[in-house]
């Protein structure tokens, strides 16, 4: 037989313990090389630069 609650948990307690379950907004940061917003740890995606080289070649427009 499963676990059964022995008293009711008020909103105000359920909603305590989810607080950590929202959702994040990604960090985001300046690129060093264009100046464009990319997310932090990541290859920029206007440029193609990551920590000061050019590691992705992009298509021209």
């Given amino acids: 037989m499963g676990a059964v609650p022995k008293h009711k948990v008020s909103r105000h307690q359920r909603g305590n313990r989810r607080r950590h379950q929202r959702l994040q907004a990604p960090t985001l940061v300046i690129c060093p090389a264009c100046g464009a ?3 932090a740890h ?3 995606k206007a440029c193609g630069s990551y ?3 050019q590691v992705m070649r992009l298509k021209a427009e």
Avoid: F
């Fill in 51 to 53: 920590k000061g080289r």
């Fill in 42 to 44: 990541r290859v920029c």
């Fill in 37 to 39: 917003w990319m997310q």
